[in-house]
């Protein structure tokens, strides 16, 4: 998001905030502490860490958090929600000097925005900065339930959050190929018009499985968001890597 204009990020964290409110963070942020094995005083990684909703629950927590963004907006408003963590503007395609981690999490569909190279680099990175028996938490959307839903509407899926007499109308769609999903948020508010696209990778379960194990990882489990076993019929999709 760092080539965005500022107003740009404004309108799209003045919809999302309304969606991500203090009940939603928790939940996640308990589904994290879960399945990443979280413990206090541990050392964690929140790569594109947005504005700072995970980091906010992590220290509050008694974690030491690091969180990434490429975007000075995300990572203004990180610092302000969750001001004990420490903070770079940094693409996450660039992991060095940043130390030894007992965990990493690249959450909210983050994972898959580049090309499979470079996207399986990162995993490579990741997993050389975990210290022996460190997790990576990836959350992501599950590749079968979007074939699915894309057998069903063809032509895309629109979705919409209103608030406050202002709307975003996100429409996306599946790619030709079927890896990836491709889509745009048009954010109407206050009488101004702003879009922020979005390209995405779709793995299936066993995809992302296969990179992990291939990228470093010794084990991974596959779960849906709520924590529980990983269906066909799940949404979401989050896989928990060991080194």
Request: hydrophobic residues 35%; charged residues 30%; aromatic residues 10%.
């Amino acid at each position: 998001m760092s080539n965005q204009d500022p107003s740009t990020i404004a309108d799209f964290l003045y919809f999302m905030e309304l969606r991500y409110d203090d009940a939603r963070n928790k939940r996640e942020g308990d589904l994290l502490w879960q399945l990443g094995r979280i413990s206090p005083g541990e050392r964690v990684l929140d790569i594109c860490c947005g504005w700072g909703r995970t980091a906010r629950y992590l220290t509050d927590r008694g974690v030491d958090v690091v969180g990434i963004d490429n975007s000075p907006e995300m990572i203004a408003r990180a610092r302000s929600a969750a001001p004990k963590a420490e903070y770079h503007i940094r693409d996450m395609r660039d992991l060095s000097g940043l130390g030894r981690f007992d965990v990493a999490l690249i959450w909210w569909s983050s994972f898959g925005i580049f090309d499979d190279r470079t996207d399986r680099e990162i995993l490579q990175q990741v997993a050389a900065l975990l210290r022996p028996g460190g997790r990576l938490v990836v959350e992501t959307v599950n590749g079968p339930i979007l074939y699915q839903e894309w057998a069903n509407n063809p032509g895309g899926k629109t979705v919409s959050v209103e608030r406050d007499n202002n709307i975003m109308v996100d429409h996306r769609q599946m790619k030709p190929d079927g890896r990836r999903i491709a889509g745009e948020r048009t954010m109407y508010r206050n009488g101004d018009v702003t879009r922020l696209g979005y390209d995405v990778r779709v793995f299936t379960p066993s995809e992302l499985e296969y990179w992990m194990l291939t990228c470093g990882f010794k084990d991974v489990a596959l779960y849906d968001r709520k924590g529980n076993d990983l269906t066909l019929s799940s949404y979401g999709m989050v896989a928990v890597g060991t080194v």
